[in-house]
């Protein structure tokens, strides 16, 4: 509720005819201030006139004006610079670390406003204000879509910061790791970056020349050859050869329940992304390099076109033999990679090396690319939202994910236009 209690301060969502301290004196809001989410009062640099007085300073909030004290700021010099606290109960006096006493302004929350808040955060569906979304503008709509797809390429962005900073800005290594988890197409993304983890890039490009080897490295890694069963000469051989590599390299495999195959269509197994994954990380060297000099979306889409060995035409798991059919990375799981692997490198490759045609082909490159089809997307479609490339789809997600999911209405721009009227 004190979220609320910020939103409606922030917003000046109240009736200020009336103001006036619990002592009596007349209050004006000139600027209700900054609003800080980071420590220290709530709000910067307001200006309030009390009486005939104009104070410069900051505010703090509180429901009750006994929270002043349980939080410790009568003994914090950082909230001497305060001037108002502003509270929906007051129970107390209090003042400041040099023994100042603070005003204090009674603000209620508008009832309409209370109202909406409590129907969108008790709402326990996947998108609270479905219901409501058709009264907002679509002008409105499309500024926050644009809002959200840069909120979520710089999500994205302090994702790959991370890893750049574990892996000591190692470009190759963060996108072979970046790459390597979506080929987990969601369910095994983790199950696929910890087989990346596992798996040192300097270790695989040692041996890129033979896809046998490769192949022996990851479905070893991944604790796929740890049965003793002959299950036939391609398996013999994968085991034969990362039996070596383990020791030359001191490996230590993972346990292969970790990757899943529930309800996964045999076309989605592992194996098989394992096996497509193992065949484009051996030209890895080449991959980064030609992604970043690509423009052509055809064209990057043929950097992901694995070929793998005749053994996958007829298997989609060892020793089991299938119908003959090449198991190619289709149109939707190129899609997948580039919106989530080639994208956002594109995108903070651009930011951390000052080059913003790249940031901008990142972009222009998800308005090039199909809206993503999930149960995300379908929900907004119920009421006529219908995303027109995969940045608007990528912006839902970041709406759902990000202010739905968390019931951070107050935050979001749809959920301010509802809670405002």
């Not at 970056?193 to 270790?203: C, G, H, I, K, T």
């Not at 119908?323 to 080639?342: D, F, M, P, W």
């Not at 379908?378 to 970041?398: C, R, T, W």
């Amino acid at each position: 509720m004190e979220s609320l209690f910020h939103y409606v301060w922030k917003h000046k969502l109240y009736n200020a005819e009336s103001f006036s301290t619990s002592s009596g004196i007349p209050v004006l809001v000139i600027d209700q201030g900054i609003h800080n989410t980071h420590a220290g009062p709530d709000f910067f640099n307001a200006k309030i006139r009390l009486g005939n007085e104009t104070w410069a300073g900051d505010v703090e909030m509180h429901l009750c004006s006994s929270d002043w004290v349980k939080h410790g700021h009568h003994t914090d010099k950082v909230y001497n610079s305060v001037i108002l606290h502003v509270v929906e109960n007051i129970d107390m006096e209090i003042q400041s670390e040099n023994g100042h006493k603070i005003p204090q302004l009674v603000l209620q929350i508008p009832p309409k406003v209370k109202e909406n808040y409590e129907y969108l955060l008790n709402r326990n569906t996947l998108i609270p204000c479905l219901c409501q979304i058709r009264d907002v503008p679509n002008l409105y709509l499309t500024d926050w879509l644009n809002a959200l797809l840069i909120e979520r390429l710089e999500r994205k962005t302090n994702d790959l910061f991370k890893l750049l900073k574990d892996y000591k800005d190692g470009w190759g290594d963060v996108f072979y790791i970046t790459l390597s988890r979506n080929f987990g197409f969601g369910i095994n993304n983790d199950a696929f970056e910890r087989l990346a983890r596992n798996l040192p890039l300097r270790y695989v490009m040692k041996h890129k020349d033979s896809l046998l080897q490769v192949e022996a490295l990851f479905f070893g890694q991944a604790g796929l050859l740890n049965e003793d069963d002959d299950k036939d000469d391609y398996y013999r051989s994968l085991k034969k050869e990362y039996d070596f590599l383990r020791k030359k390299f001191k490996l230590n495999p993972l346990e292969s329940h970790i990757f899943k195959s529930l309800r996964i269509r045999p076309s989605n197994f592992p194996h098989i992304k394992i096996a497509q994954l193992a065949t484009l990380v051996r030209t890895q060297e080449s991959l980064f390099s030609k992604m970043l000099e690509t423009d052509d979306i055809q064209s990057l889409r043929t950097l992901f076109i694995a070929e793998l060995s005749e053994y996958w035409d007829t298997h989609y798991l060892f020793g089991k033999t299938s119908s003959e059919r090449k198991k190619i990375i289709g149109l939707s799981a190129q899609n997948a990679i580039l919106i989530n692997t080639v994208v956002p490198v594109l995108f903070t490759y651009g930011k951390i090396k000052r080059q913003p045609v790249l940031q901008e082909r990142a972009i222009q490159l998800l308005e090039s690319i199909k809206p993503e089809c999930n149960y995300i997307v379908n929900e907004f479609a119920k009421v006529g939202i219908m995303p027109v490339h995969a940045g608007d789809s990528q912006a839902l997600i970041q709406l759902q994910k990000e202010y739905c999911e968390k019931k951070k209405c107050v935050f979001c721009r749809i959920g301010h236009k509802l809670l405002s009227k």
